[in-house]
């Protein structure tokens, strides 16, 4: 079974600057997460999405931030404009179903460099 | 609001037992999850406690006590693999689903 991808691993940009990650979760898992992690701490959920709908986004910084998962499946991350305290490894989880058991599955991640 | 407090380094030689505490203060609680996560690596699950009590798997044991707010990991027979960052996570639920919040992870370094 193939684990869950993120695109790409790794992106520099300069501050002001845009940036997309792209997550594809594992067939079949409803549930897909959003998660900022900075150097020495914990993962913070940005946003949960059960199928193409939004379940929780309260920790999304709405003016820069955006997330889409248009069809149920694959989504997308977007910062625009990025600043420098935006710099942390951007991790993707999906997970099936949604309430047991609760194993959530992570990806690779994305490691961004602000600038 | 949510909270969560787990010790920030543990440090043991091979073969000894380590508990790593997890306190947390949340409304609508659903249950605690550990998670590790090496150094680059992506965090992976280990447990998931919805239930007072222990849960074992292999050399790894987690419990709850919901009556406490509070859980704990236990590694069993360390290893020099078992170097790496442990998450406590709480599911609370206020509405039809689950919503997660991660601890700040103690590291957990394995001496020869």
């Known amino acids: 079974e193939a684990g869950v991808a993120q695109s790409p691993r790794y992106k520099i940009i300069e501050k002001r600057q845009s940036v997309a990650f792209w997550c594809n979760p594992i067939?079949?898992?409803?549930?897909l997460y959003w998660y900022q992690q900075i150097l020495g701490q914990g993962p913070k959920l940005l946003i949960q999405?059960?199928?193409?709908?939004?379940?929780?986004d309260s920790q999304l910084p709405k003016d820069r931030f955006s997330a889409e998962r248009l069809k149920g499946v694959d989504s997308t991350l977007k910062i625009q404009p990025a600043k420098l305290e935006d710099s942390a490894v951007y991790l993707c989880?999906?997970?099936?179903?949604?309430?047991?058991?609760?194993?959530?599955?992570f990806g690779p991640g994305t490691r961004l460099t602000v600038l | 609001g949510q909270s969560l407090e787990q010790p920030s380094e543990v440090t043991a030689v091979e073969g000894a037992i380590v508990q790593i505490n997890c306190t947390y203060q949340?409304?609508?609680?659903?249950?605690l999850s550990w998670y590790q996560q090496h150094d680059g690596g992506a965090p992976t699950f280990l447990s998931y406690?919805?239930?007072?009590g222990l849960e074992e798997t292999g050399r790894f044991s987690s419990f709850l006590s919901r009556s406490d707010s509070y859980g704990y990991l236990l590694l069993q027979e360390l290893q020099m693999k078992d170097s790496a960052s442990y998450f406590c996570?709480?599911?609370?639920?206020?509405?039809?689903?689950?919503?997660?919040?991660f601890g700040a992870g103690t590291q957990v370094v394995v001496t020869p």
């Open positions: 996570a709480v599911e609370s639920t206020t509405d039809s689903w689950g919503k997660f919040q």
């Open positions: 067939s079949g898992h409803a549930t």
């Open positions: 989880a999906s997970s099936f179903p949604p309430r047991a058991y609760n194993e959530q599955f």
């Open positions: 999405f059960q199928n193409n709908g939004v379940v929780d």
């Open positions: 949340t409304s609508g609680f659903y249950g």
């Open positions: 406690n919805a239930l007072d």
